[in-house]
């Protein structure tokens, strides 16, 4: 016994009220959950950890099919199966931890009346094991960039300085998956409607993105709608600096970082409050 | 030496009635009536009220004593461990717990059924705030205690009830930890399970840990406990020496019990 290991229960913390002590006791549980989630994915399966390549390359092909062959959009001079794949698993990865992280309280409710553990570490793991995810396809991505760099006379695309930015990139989608899920979840744990709310969002989000289509066929006047989406900005900075397509100015990024952070920031916090007695009204 | 748990004035209340909401429509619906009935007698809008389930209670507990919970269904036992286990926050009031705490609440929490009793076993025991180096020096001892030797890689959602109580218990029952919160958790073992964890209770009683024991089963508890909590109501109504509690018990049960 020590007094390091002494914990005060008491009620009506403040909202600031974070024991990172056990952040730092537990850390070996979020490596175990982040694994299990992950894990849990394919097992039981066939074809395993490729479930996790499968699905965005048939989405990329059913896109050079739909966009490139029939409808003949320009893709700024990148091959439409990069173009479109970069998008889609980009996209992927806000968008599925985005749904995960928002019902990692609800579906871990039971466990959760059951032991304690930091309950951050829930849309934590969820959020690391889509990072994962993403990680393998970004690899396949590279792959094919190889490819036709390689094969293909007239390609001329090139990364540039940029590139040292991705993994600022990569942090911003993951404060903003990890601070809209947040609020989400610690909404969804009293009011299941918010469930439904987000599968629609999420939806019509995706077309708001520049996925499929490039910022250069946006009209000017809507191109602020694109512009005022967070997830934008990472796509089509990404895209910049691994293709050498056109870049966003750098006051938009700032904001969308901005932005961004501050959605994180309120969303730990709201469900740090939310989860301190949410297994009675779950 | 300070005791392991300090339990001041603990209360916790819960909403009873219809405010029990499920989507934002019951919400707006609640609210909309609410405003209607804006002018009509309080006492009658009052659609709910509040339940409870712990009232004012307070007591300590020492290294190496062992404490029986005893009190009919909706006492507040569980609501009680649960407080203390930090799963849901006191509505007033303040505990403090001073050591590492692995709280059984129910069999096999933080078990994963697509995992085998191996994985399953450091997942539980990370869940209980334990490092994978201390699962690991204790691992052989838990399977030991369990006997589930054959089947320790096997994905748990194959095992017994029976396999499945005697595996989480042996890792809850083997970790470093300095307070155990148990919630009837042995009924589903066999009787022989039954007297080899009470055993090993007493055993980790000895080297001083803190024991809060909730069970139905009166000889395990008083094989086990020396001290009692009489909780009716929400309220401690006994504190003390078992026999005499568990007397109370008997007789808040049915008056009409002498032993």
């Given at each position: 016994m020590s007094e390091a290991f002494t914990k005060v229960i008491r009620a009506n913390k403040s909202w600031l009220s974070f024991d990172l002590r056990d952040f730092v006791h537990y850390r070996d549980l979020l490596f175990l959950m982040v694994r299990r989630e992950f894990v849990a994915k394919y097992k039981q399966t066939l074809l395993g950890p490729l479930w996790f390549i499968i699905q965005p390359t048939l989405m990329a092909i059913v896109f050079v099919f739909l966009?490139?062959?029939?409808?003949?959009?320009?893709?700024?001079?990148?091959?439409p199966v990069l173009f479109y794949f970069s998008g889609i698993i980009v996209w992927n990865f806000l968008s599925n931890s985005l749904s995960a992280i928002s019902l990692s309280m609800l579906h871990h409710a039971e466990l959760c009346k059951k032991v304690y553990f930091p309950r951050l570490f829930l849309p934590v793991s969820q959020l690391f094991s889509s990072l994962f995810a993403f990680l393998i396809q970004a690899m396949v991505l590279a792959a094919l960039y190889l490819l036709f760099a390689l094969t293909d006379k007239q390609f001329h695309c090139s990364p540039n300085s940029a590139i040292v930015f991705l993994p600022l990139w990569l942090l911003q989608l993951g404060l903003l998956s990890l601070g809209l899920g947040t609020w989400i979840a610690g909404l969804t744990s009293r009011y299941r409607d918010f469930h439904h709310l987000t599968q629609l969002g999420l939806t019509l989000w995706m077309y708001a993105s520049p996925i499929s289509y490039s910022l250069k066929l946006v009209s000017p006047k809507w191109k602020w709608i694109v512009l005022a989406n967070p997830a934008s900005s990472v796509i089509l900075s990404i895209r910049s600096a691994i293709f050498g397509t056109e870049a966003i100015s750098w006051n938009v990024q700032m904001a969308s970082i901005g932005a961004s952070f501050v959605i994180c920031v309120t969303g730990v916090l709201f469900f740090n409050r939310v989860q301190r007695n949410f297994i009675d009204t779950v | 030496m300070k005791p392991l748990i300090e339990v001041q004035n603990i209360s916790k209340s819960y909403r009873m009635g219809e405010r029990g909401f499920r989507s934002l429509r019951d919400s707006f619906h609640f609210w909309w009536k609410e405003t209607l009935r804006k002018n009509e007698n309080r006492a009658e809008r009052q659609l709910f009220q509040n339940f409870w389930a712990l009232k004012d209670v307070s007591f300590e507990i020492k290294a190496g004593e062992a404490v029986g919970v005893l009190g009919r269904n909706g006492a507040g036992k569980s609501t009680l461990l649960k407080v203390l286990a930090n799963l849901t926050e006191p509505s007033e009031g303040q505990a403090i717990l001073r050591g590492r705490i692995a709280s059984l609440l129910e069999v096999g929490s933080g078990f994963h059924p697509d995992l085998t009793g191996r994985e399953n076993i450091f997942l539980n025991g990370a869940f209980l705030g334990m490092k994978k180096k201390e699962v690991a020096q204790q691992f052989d001892a838990i399977v030991q205690f369990s006997e589930n030797e054959a089947f320790i890689?096997?994905?748990?959602?194959?095992?017994?009830k029976g396999m499945y109580t005697r595996l989480a218990f042996s890792v809850a029952a083997h970790l470093n930890t300095d307070i155990l919160l148990l919630d009837e958790v042995l009924e589903l073992g066999d009787l022989a399970f039954q007297k080899r964890a009470i055993d090993k209770m007493i055993e980790r009683k000895k080297e001083g840990k803190a024991i809060l024991f909730v069970s139905h089963d009166s000889e395990r508890v008083q094989s086990l406990c020396e001290r009692a909590l009489n909780l009716e109501d929400g309220k401690l109504t006994f504190d003390g020496q078992m026999a005499q509690g568990m007397q109370h018990y008997l007789t808040s049960v049915n008056p009409s019990i002498i032993l």
């Open positions: 966009f490139s062959e029939t409808m003949h959009v320009p893709t700024e001079g990148v091959p | 890689d096997t994905p748990v959602k194959h095992y017994s």
